[in-house]
C-alpha cells in the first residue's frame, strides 16, 4: 500500500518554533519508513518560511537515503528554489495547471517535477489524466469532520472506483476520512494507496 501524507502544524502544540520542531520530528519518522510521498502544505506560511521547512526535510530524506519524494502545495517557486521533488495543485480551474508548472521548471532549466493533484469528480480526475500527472488525490472517500462544522459527506467506494478506473494507470490515493480499518477497502476497488492529514498525525501532540 503507497502512503501519502500531508503535513499540518495545527496537529502540534506550543509556540510557531515548537510546532514546527515537531513537524519536522514526525516528518522524520514517515521518511525513515520510507513514506512515498509528503506533501509540505502549511499555506499561511510565508515563502521564506515554508523554504525553510523544505530544506530541512529534504536534508533528512537525504540523509535517510530514502525514496520519499516531497511534494511542497501549490508553490512551484518554493519548490524550484529547494530543489524539491514537486508540485501539488488543486483541480480547480483558478488554480495553476500541470503544464503551466512544466514551463516554469523547463525555464528554470530543471527536469520535469512530480505533479500530484487533488480530484473530487470523474471530470477532475479525466482533466487530470489529460494533463498526466503523477498521482491523483481523490476525496473525501469517507465523512471528514470539519472544524467549526458537522462533517463533510464521503463520496463513497463506488465513486473511488469510479474515479480509478478514469485515471487510466494513473495512481489514485484515497484521501478524507480514510483510517487503518477502511484502508484496505480503498485498495480493494482500485486506490494504489492512502493519503491524509489525521492518518498519519494520530497520536501526535
Not at 10 to 33: C, F, K, M, V, Y
Not at 124 to 142: M, S, W
Request: neutral net charge; proline residues 5%; aromatic residues 4%.
Amino acid at each position: 500500500m503507497f502512503r501519502y501524507a500531508i503535513t499540518s502544524r495545527s496537529h502540534h502544540l506550543g509556540d510557531e518554533q515548537q510546532r514546527q520542531a515537531s513537524l519536522i520530528e514526525n516528518a522524520s519518522r514517515w521518511i525513515s519508513e520510507g513514506l512515498e510521498f509528503l506533501q509540505l502544505r502549511e499555506k499561511d506560511l510565508p515563502a521564506s518560511e515554508l523554504a525553510k521547512l523544505s530544506r530541512n526535510l529534504l536534508q533528512v530524506i537525504g540523509l535517510e537515503g530514502s525514496p520519499t519524494k516531497l511534494i511542497v502545495n501549490s508553490r512551484p517557486d518554493v519548490a524550484l528554489a529547494t530543489k524539491a521533488h514537486g508540485v501539488h495543485l488543486s483541480s480547480s480551474e483558478d488554480a495553476l495547471t500541470p503544464d503551466q508548472v512544466r514551463r516554469l521548471y523547463d525555464a528554470a532549466k530543471r527536469l520535469p517535477p512530480l505533479i500530484t493533484m487533488s480530484c473530487h469528480t470523474v471530470a477532475d480526475v479525466e482533466r487530470a489524466h489529460r494533463n498526466q500527472v503523477t498521482a491523483i488525490l481523490f476525496a473525501p472517500v469517507f465523512q471528514k469532520p470539519i472544524a467549526g462544522s458537522s462533517s463533510l459527506p464521503g463520496r463513497g467506494l463506488e465513486a473511488l472506483h469510479a474515479a480509478c478506473l478514469a485515471a487510466q494507470g494513473i495512481p489514485v490515493y484515497a484521501l478524507g476520512g480514510v483510517t487503518l480499518q477502511n484502508a484496505e477497502s480503498c485498495l480493494g476497488v482500485g486506490a494504489a494507496g492512502v493519503a491524509g492529514i489525521r492518518l498519519f498525525h494520530s497520536g501526535t501532540s
